[in-house]
């Protein structure tokens, strides 16, 4: 009595895409999973909480940005002179004490001299300490006109520093979740690649006993 053959197993199932989840310390990061509506991949990153903080921070930063420029290029004549004559005040305070300061010497000098109310005494106070002092009044009111016309650019300044840090900010963080979204994509490539050579081995493998199960040609031949 002949016995009977044993049953071909059935073949490998195809391997699903694989799906992968990078996560940094116990944080997920990123993520590749296959979406079986779109047919395709989707890869998400996600923000640390350290990275979300640095988000806000950048969102606050950029609204200071845009608030402090829109005043800085609106202000009116009054506001502007206001910020000149700020810049102005503790020049002129340094300027008159060092012009008091170098009368009163030279009064002092004058008097224990008995040339206090000489022609020399007058000459030298209008030739050195008048005109000393007129010529540093006349330098800070030059600069304050300068500073006038450059006040938008000045007062704008900090804004920009901020939206730089914004940027710099974005841009690191956009660096990183290219990078997170890289080993995310690395990662289900590699599995993939793992699960397509195991499928290959056992389809291999399946084509390989299906045959010898069934005997071969030879076999068929001579009615093994």
Request: aromatic share 12%; proline share 3%; charged share 15%.
């Given at each position: ?64 940005t845009l608030d402090g420029a829109n005043k800085a290029f609106n202000m009116s004549d009054a ?36 040339m206090n109310n000489s022609i020399g005494f007058e000459k030298y106070r209008a030739n050195q ?96």
């Amino acid at each position: 009595m002949s016995s009977k053959k044993k049953s071909s197993s059935s073949a490998p199932a195809t391997p699903q895409p694989s799906n992968e989840y990078y996560y940094n310390d116990g944080v997920l990061q990123s993520q590749r999973v296959f979406d079986q509506g779109l047919n395709g991949y989707k890869t998400e990153t996600y923000s640390t909480p350290d990275e979300q903080y640095l988000q806000n921070q950048g969102t606050a930063f950029l609204k200071q940005t845009l608030d402090g420029a829109n005043k800085a290029f609106n202000m009116s004549d009054a506001q502007k002179q206001s910020y000149v004559d700020a810049y102005k005040a503790p020049q002129i305070a340094a300027l008159n004490d060092s012009y008091n300061n170098a009368l009163g010497s030279a009064v002092r000098s004058a008097n224990a001299s008995g040339m206090n109310n000489s022609i020399g005494f007058e000459k030298y106070r209008a030739n050195q300490i008048e005109k000393n002092k007129a010529q540093g009044l006349a330098d800070i009111e030059n600069n304050a006109h300068l500073y006038g016309l450059d006040l938008p650019n000045r007062i704008l300044t900090p804004y920009v520093t901020a939206f730089n840090l914004y940027n710099a900010g974005v841009s690191g963080e956009q660096a990183n979740q290219a990078q997170n979204a890289e080993i995310a994509y690395n990662g289900a490539n590699a599995l993939n690649q793992f699960n397509l050579g195991n499928y290959g081995n056992q389809l291999n493998q399946y084509q390989l006993n299906k045959q010898n199960n069934s005997g071969g040609f030879f076999s068929k031949l001579f009615g093994g």
